[in-house]
């Protein structure tokens, strides 16, 4: 390959240390870097953690740094991924009827292709913490099937489903399940391709060229990226001692075979890949599939919270503030006072104002710090008296959110909701710190 750069290649595998303790490399560090390596896109896929898209958003976008500086590389367009743990079924809590390997459960990449993409993962993310956790976040073909639409697949690192059967000798199984993938995410379904030096992979290698020909499927290279420079792979080991709670000099403890899971650039990807530079040119292809701008669009419009269950009886979220809050304002004594009363009405009606024009459900999101301070309250965790101009609000001091001083004192109120330039209500923590 003659004339290739950094812009002829996406990394589509790459973790940071939102992968708890197997990742090293902090989002800021790692997007920093690919954008002064002139890479035009990167993917972000932490193990069964969505928890650095919004921080991997911002980093790939910035135009100047944290001291206001300006960032003097290109900004990259945003693949927003998750490395899945997939088991045969989410409700089983054992090893029991699952794929063989120490944690019963294999590797894929997935990656949003679009907005519909972003709130399927999403949902696959949450089910695998709340209905699929035993060892690892888990989902299976079922949930991931039902959420299919807008994710792009990669089959993922020797742990993949794929790549395990390719291992042991099954090429028909690893067949059926391609052919399962390829049927429920069509041309958004890739097989991927790494070498750190391991023979596994090398081994492997000639069938997934001959799957991927049988059955039409393009491969792109990676590198499953768990740290940034080669020089690092001795930090990332102390990283995975302390995951597996063992000591560096236990002969016995998981390690990664060679120091060759930094994030490398195209020349030291054409090393390993240049005589099929196909497998490199097509994550390109892969990450032009992705639609950034949908995504952005629907992310920073209007105000996205959690549903909140009004009880039984109230109309909306804004009846029943109105009921929570009118309780502590007679407990306050404000009731009898004109100024808390104008106040308190003043605000209920501008959190009906912003909702009916733009919106934004400020009530629901006061009911649900409500609810959280609350319970921190029951169990005896400390809570803050509030900080920033949320203090300056009537409503949040009568739900107990608050304490200490007068809100009129503050005079904050407009500039805490912000209507009138802000996109977000500024979520302040209002736990102790
Ligand atoms: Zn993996
Ligand atoms: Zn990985």
């Known amino acids: 390959m003659t004339n290739i750069t950094n812009s002829n290649f996406v990394h589509t595998h790459v973790h940071s240390s939102y992968s708890a303790f197997d990742g090293l490399t902090s989002v800021h ?41 300006d960032i003097p590389y290109p900004q990259i367009k945003p693949l927003l991924g998750v490395e899945a743990y997939l088991c045969n079924n989410r409700f089983v809590k054992s090893k029991r009827e699952q794929p063989s390997g120490r944690r019963g459960n294999t590797h894929l990449i997935l990656l949003a292709k679009n907005w519909k993409g972003y709130e399927n993962i999403c949902k696959l ?12 976040p888990r ?10 639409e807008g ?29 399962c993938f390829k049927d429920i995410f069509k041309d958004d379904f890739f097989f991927e391709v790494m070498y750190h030096g391991i023979n596994a992979q090398r081994i492997i290698m000639p069938d997934i060229f001959r799957l991927a020909m049988e059955l039409n499927i393009p491969i792109c290279a990676s590198n499953d990226c768990h740290y940034l420079e080669k020089e690092h792979a001795a930090s990332h080991e102390v990283l995975m001692a302390m995951a597996t709670g063992r000591c560096l000099s236990d002969p016995k403890r998981m390690r990664f075979p060679y120091g060759e899971f930094y994030l490398k650039d195209i020349n030291e990807m054409v090393k390993i890949f240049g005589s099929h530079p ?33 009880p039984f009886g109230f109309a909306s979220p804004l009846e029943y503030l109105r009921h929570l809050a ?17 106040a308190f009405e003043k605000e209920l009606e501008d959190i009906k104002v912003a909702y009916d024009n733009n919106k934004y459900d400020f009530a629901t999101y006061f009911l649900i710090v409500h609810d959280y301070i609350n319970h921190a ?9 509030g900080r920033g101009s949320g203090y300056a609000s009537v409503i949040l001091r009568c739900l107990g959110v608050t304490y200490g001083i007068n809100p009129l004192q503050a005079g904050l109120w407009e500039r805490f909701l912000g209507f009138k330039n802000a996109k977000f209500v500024k979520a302040d923590d209002f736990y102790s710190e």
């Open 29 to 69: 560090d790692l997007v920093h870097k690919v954008r002064k390596m002139g890479f035009k896109s990167l993917a972000l896929t932490d193990h069964g953690s969505i928890g650095g898209w919004v921080k991997f958003l911002q980093e790939c976008s910035a135009q100047q740094d944290k001291n206001g500086k």
């Open 125 to 136: 993310v949450n089910t695998s913490w709340v209905e699929g956790f035993y060892m690892d």
């Open 139 to 148: 989902i299976d073909m079922d949930v991931l099937s039902q959420c299919s």
């Open 151 to 179: 994710v792009i697949v990669s089959t993922a690192c020797l742990k993949g489903i794929i790549n395990i059967n390719l291992l042991h000798g099954r090429y028909a199984e690893a067949k059926r399940i391609a052919t």
């Open 278 to 310: 196909r497998v490199l040119t097509n994550t390109v292809m892969l990450a032009e599939r992705v639609d950034t701008e949908d995504i952005r669009k629907n992310l920073y419009s209007g105000m996205r919270l959690p549903r909140f269950e009004v």
């Open 326 to 342: 009118t309780q502590g304002l007679v407990k306050l004594g404000w009731d009898k006072s004109p100024e808390h009363i104008a």
């Open 377 to 385: 309250k029951k169990k005896g965790i400390l809570i803050g008296p």
